[in-house]
Structure formats: C-alpha cells, structure tokens
C-alpha cells in the first residue's frame, strides 16, 4: 500500500492527462473509503526521508486540504470531521509532522510546518493538543539550523492560524522570546533569521502584553531595526514588513522610535533594493491611514485637543518626508502605464505624497509646489511626469481655495500636454490628473467653478481627441470625463454646459467600445462606465437622445448572443461584455423610468429588452447573471403592474438565482429584485409565491449559503407580506419562526469585532423590516388578530435591542418605525402589552429627543400610532 501511496502521489503530477486524471480519482477514493488510514498514509509519506520529494510535497498539500477550505461551510464540516476522529490515529499523524520538522529537504519541513499549523488550528481552541508549543520551543535550542530554521517556520504559521485568546500570555512570552532570538543580529544563519522575521509578523498580534511594557517594547523595536540593515535582501525586506505591521497595530506606542525609523526608511528608500524600499515607503503609508482614520473619528472637533490620540507624526515629519517622496517619483519604469499589475517605487511614493496630503491637507501645498514649477517643462519626461504625478497626488486633502488659482493655471497647460507631449507616460498621468481635478474640485461644492462655458468646450475636445490615443492613455481620458459628468449631476436641468456635447460624447464613447485594442488596459470597461455616468448625470433636454440610445445597445447584446464557435477565452470577453451592456441598460431604464414624460416613449422597447435579458441567462455565467439580474429589477421598477406578463417565462431564472449558493452575490441581487418585483406587481405576485418563500425558507435553514444573504432574505419577506397582504397568512407558521430564532440570535450579539457589528445591525435590519412588511401587509384586513399572538415576542426583541445600547441609527429608525407599525396595526387589542415595554416609553422618548431627523419623524409617528392604540 505505501508503495501505491507513492505512486499514486507521483501519478496526479504526471504529464499525460489520463494517467494524471485516474491518479486524483484513486485519490479522492482512498479518502472517501478509509479516511483515517488515508490521512496516515499521508503523515508517514511527508515523514519518511526515502521518498521522493514530489510525492512528500503533494501528501503534505492533500493532508493541509483535507483540514481546511476557503469556503466557510466547508471550512467546518472539516474541522468537525477531523475532531470527530480516533485520537491515537491523530496522535501517530501529529507525531509524523514534528518529526519531518527535522527532515534534511527543506519543502517537506516547510509543508509540515504549514500542516501543523492547520492542525494547532483546529485544536488549540478546544484545549487540545497543548503540549505542542512546548515541544516546538524545545527544538528551537537544537544544533542543526536547518530544524530551528523549520520550527520558527511553524510558530510563524501557528500564530497566523490560531487567535491570541487560545494562547496563554507565558507561551506567548516564550514564543516571542524564542522568536526575537531568532531575529538578533548575533544569529549567523541567515535561513533562521529570516524565519524568524517572517515569524514576528505574524506573532505581532499576540503581543499586546510585551508592547505595554517599555523594556520589552524596546527589546523587540531594537531587534526589528537591527534587521533592516542585514546584509541578506528577504530579512531586510522581512523587517520592514513588522514595522508596517507594527505602525497599525502599536501606533501609540511609537513616538519615542520615530526619529530612528524615519532614518532607517529613508536611507532605504534612497540606496535599498526595491522590494525593500518599498516596504520602507508603505510604513509612511500606513502611519497617514492611522492617522487619518484618528483624525476622522474625531470630525475636526479638536476643542479638547490633549484627548485625540493623534501624534501627528507626519506633520512633523513632512519637511524631510515630502522631499523623500518626490525623488521616488522620479524613479517611474518604462511601460508601467500598460501593465495592469504595475507596483513601482515611483507608484509606491506618489500612492504615499496623496495620503500624505489628506493627513495634513492645507499644509502639503507649498511643500510640493516647487518641484512641479521646477519639473514640469523640463525635457526628460521623467521630470515632466513626475511633477504631474505630484500635482494629481494632492488634490485631495487640501481645501479647494488653496488649489482653485493653482488649478486655474494648471488646466490650460495640462490640456495641451494632453494633446501634444510626445511621451505615453507624461500622456497618461496627465489624463489621470485632469480626472482627479474633476473629482475633487468640480461640482456644487466648490464656490469658484474651474469648468466654464470658456473653457468646457476645449475640455471635452481635449478628452474626446485622447479617447482615440494609446489604450492607457485612452482610459484615463474616459475616467477624466466620467468626473466631469459627475461634477455636473446637481446643475439646473437648463444649465448643464455638457448637454450641446452629448450626442458626440456617446458617438465617441460608443466608438471607445468598438476599438479593436478596447479590451486593454480596461478600455472597454472604462468607457461603458464613463457613458452609464453621462446618461445617468444628464438633464430632460437629452431624454430624446437616451432614448435613441436604447436600440443601439440592445442591437450591441443581440450581436453578442449571435456569437458562436468561441474559445473559452472568447467566452470569458463576450460574457464580460454582455454584463457591461446589460449594466449599461440597467442604467438608461432607471434614467427614463424616473418620470412619466420619458418613461412612456422608452416603454416600446420593453419586450425586446425582456427577451434579449432572458436569452443571456442562457449563457452560463456569473457576472452577466448579475448584471441581467439588476437589469430587470431596473424594468420591473419601471413598468410596474405590466411586468406580470414577462413572470411565468423569467420565473425559473428567478428560481436559478435564489438556488446559486455558489456565487452568493447573484443569490443576494436575486433576492433583491424579487423586492422589486413585489413592489411593482403588488399582489400580482401571488401565483409564484409559494415557489419563492420556499426557495427563501430553504435558503434560510441552509448552513452552505453565505451569511451576507440572509439579512436580505429577510427585508424580502416584508416585501412580499406588503405585496399580498392578508395572504401572507398561510406564510406565518413558517416564517415567524425563523424571524424568532434570527431575532434572539441578533439582539445578543457578541464580539467587539467591526465587521461582526457591522453585520448583526444589517441581520437586525433585515429582521425588522420584515416585520414592517407583515404589520403593513395585514392593516385593516379582518385577518390581524392572526398577529397577536407574535406580538410579544417582538416587543421583547425591540426592549432587547435598546437595552443592548449598540443599534446604528439605520436599525433604530426601522425598530421605532415596527413599534409604530403593531401599534397601528393591531390597535387597542395590543395596548396593554406595549404599555408594558421599555421600548414604548425609553426608547420611544430617546428617538423622540434624536438628532437625526428621519429618527424624530419615525418616532413621531411612532407616539401618534401608540397614543391611538392605548386611547382605542
């Protein structure tokens, strides 16, 4: 059998397809049949020194996948599987992975180690397997360098796998100690150091304690520093990747270090290897998103200055940072401007001087003005695209009237570079900053408008000439426009200086498209973008010219659907481009849907538009699916009660939509048009919700659907209780139910983490307005008293929320407005309940006196429905 095992290893990483095929069949066989046996024939391949190394690496890489997944249902039903199996079994195959720590071949130890690490994973937080950093720590102090190298290796991967909490603070102190060892300078293996560097990254999290205490703290800022002036590159590089880490995770205890880092950064990124310096410039980076992430929080309210925990270590910093950073920028590679993936030196220093500038705003200015004065005619295009790249990175930040005057100069020279510098580089950014200008210091905020009736027409000929230039150029002069049509959105219908350019703005846009080079750099996709915001931005006076527009991309899908005999690569393109059409048309519908005058001349294209929509759900794939999705949710809205005819042909789509648990976001917008389609058809819906609510039942007691789905699910009922009113009936025993259990769960709970808050007020949300829906659906039909008996409960889950004091304001508008909704709807028949919740007297009292006005008027009309229902 171990003989087959290797084989069999060595098979599924064969040339020949079939020979490779029948490998990962006897694979996924030998799992399926004997599980135990088959994670301990993997153990021992990893372990045993007389194999090759193909079929070791490959066993490690099965055993790590048979413990984890990127899927989070799949994640469990593993972590549950290997917890249920025999101990001993699991005790060979732990000992098996120590073992091969100490193994000659350096990628069995790295797989061990990263196995290890899984399996500490899934134990640890159920206080098993606690010897395991002890005999870890026992290694560190073993002669071969090659088993310490491989052990630091492990706790490196084990503290990134298992949470601080599960790790007492004396095994966090001998795994820091052990590590930081690792670190010192007075280590001569330079394997083991970099081991142990990659290994502090992620041990920084578990060292909340050793940060409080000055020595320690010292200790470890030493070693970290120390290691960014090793001979070897990769523990350079290491080094500065803790102290980004650090910068984010320990900023307020940075400020006795901060002379000593700007040095050691500096002269990094002046004289070190770009992966280095890199990292060297995105520490600068992290410390302004701290920064501006304090400064935020505290919304410009600096009466009590001493209390904001900001050092404004930038604003220190800036008179020899900002210097620093323009060099970089003069340091820019040939062609970084084609390719996608670009990350530079000159990139990393721009991205950084435009964080730089939202930290100190107003004070970057004159900092930075100089140099594009200096730089900006010179005859190296270097120096012409770096002062343009330095202009474009701080226009955000600054109050407008510090850049207004400088902007005011700047476009007519930009604009003419734009057209006639003979470098694609120079080209390219200029476009960017003309885009960022338009961003930042055009529109209804800005008291002196940049964009004139002089100057529009020069400005739109300018960016419809660069459409026709190289793709990166192209595409940045499409995104230039896309702001300026933004910056227009709130102008008087009568005085939007774009609207005599319309027709030749979407004829060039629409000839964008059609380019034969559209699908690079993003052409394509930028120029879609750009026409959705022209036509989404503009006034009646081109209603007639959107409409004229609708034929012309429903023409466009109908070309794409013709298309037959595509490679797969072919296929991935059209699909992406049936999505921007359909994205397109989803914009125009809600465009001329929102008034009677335009809706009616739109509303002929209404089948066709329906037909071609249902022809690409017979294209299978996941992006058009969401983009047709929310097109026809757009069409529903539009032709409100007439929709019903297109129901019984689009329905099964629907029904695909709600079953796609792979690709959750289709499964969400799906749900989110079954809203819409309520909402237009009203109780024409009927006849297909029996269909839905199963479907969302199931969804709802499905533990392999994705979490963000279900707050949505929810709302969903109360649309479709509002729809059918008293039918909605023969709905209630299933659905209150889970509406119950969901409620219990939400009102309670844990965990200070944002992103768990973040979705128990969206769960919360989606749960009340849910039982909005059901209040409202039921007002005045003979079938309320059906109501009462829940009545309780939710009275209950609203006294909780507001006990529970951690509601955002979207929650406590919809809470307030359910108890106004029972109020109101189950009248004197409920008085005395609501007379005795918390919610109808502190809550409402606490709603009444807020100062978000949708709050107050929610809760007004809450007291008004209440004062009803307890005088009747």
Known sequence: MAMEVTQVLLNAQANDGAVRKHAEESIMQFQEQNLLSFLLSLSSELANEEKPIESRRLAGLVLKNALDAKEQHRKFELVQRWLSLDNAAKAQIKASLLQTLTSNVHEARSTASQVIAKVAGIEMPHNQ????????????????????????????????EVSSDVVDQDQVNKILTAVVQGMNSTETNNEVRLAATRALYNALGFAQANFTNDMERDYIMRVVCEATLSPEVKIRQAAFECLVSISSTYYEKLAMYMQDIFNITAKAVREDEEPVALQAIEFWSSICDEEIDILEDYGGDFSGDSDIPCFYFIKKALPALVPMLLETLLKQEEGQDQDEGAWNLAMAGGTCLGLVARTVCDEIVPLVMPFIEENITKPDWRQREAATYAFGSILEGPAPDKLISIVNVALNFMLSALTTDPNNHVKDTTAWTLGRIFEFLHGSTTDTPIITSANCTQIITVLLQSMKDEPNVAEKACGALYFLAQGFEDVDSLS???????????????????????????????????????????????????????????????????????????????????????????VIIQKLGASETTKHPFMQFADQMMGLFLRVFACRSATVHEEAMLAIGALAYSTGPDFAKYMPEFYRYLEMGLQNFEE??????????????????????????????????????????????????????????LAIGEHFEKYLAYAMPMLKSAAEVSAHASGSDDEII????????????AFSGIFQGFKSSPKTPLLLPYAPTILQFLDSLYLVKDMDDVVMKTAIGVLGDLADTLGGNASSLIQQSVSSKDFLNECLSSDDHLIKESAEWAKLAISRAVSG
């Open 129 to 160: 397997w606690p010897e395991l950093v002890n005999s870890l720590l026992g290694n560190i102090h073993q002669l071969p360098a090659h088993v310490k190298q491989a052990t630091l290796e492990t706790l490196g991967y084990l503290c990134e």
């Open 496 to 586: 939007s200086p774009l609207t005599p350019f319309f027709q030749e703005i979407v004829k060039s846009l629409l000839m964008v498209t059609h380019r034969e080079d559209a699908t690079e750099s993003r052409l394509r996709t930028a120029a879609y973008e750009t026409l959705n915001e022209v036509v989404r931005c503009s006034t009646d006076d081109t209603a007639p010219l959107v409409v004229q527009l609708v034929p012309v991309i429903m023409n466009e899908l109908h070309q794409t659907l013709e298309a037959t005999r595509l490679s797969s690569d072919e296929k991935e393109r059209q699909a992406e481009f049936q999505g921007l059409l359909c994205g397109c048309l989803q």
């Open 664 to 721: 959750y976001q289709v499964c969400t917008i799906t749900v989110g048009v079954v809203g819409d389609i309520c909402r237009a058809l009203e109780d024409k819906i009927l006849p297909f919700c029996d269909g839905i609510m199963t479907q969302l039942l199931k969804n709802l007691s499905s533990n392999q659907l994705h979490r963000s789905v279900k707050p949505p699910i929810f709302s969903c009922f109360g649309d479709i209780a």
């Open 758 to 769: 973040e979705y128990t007020n969206l769960l919360r949300n989606g749960i009340l307005e």
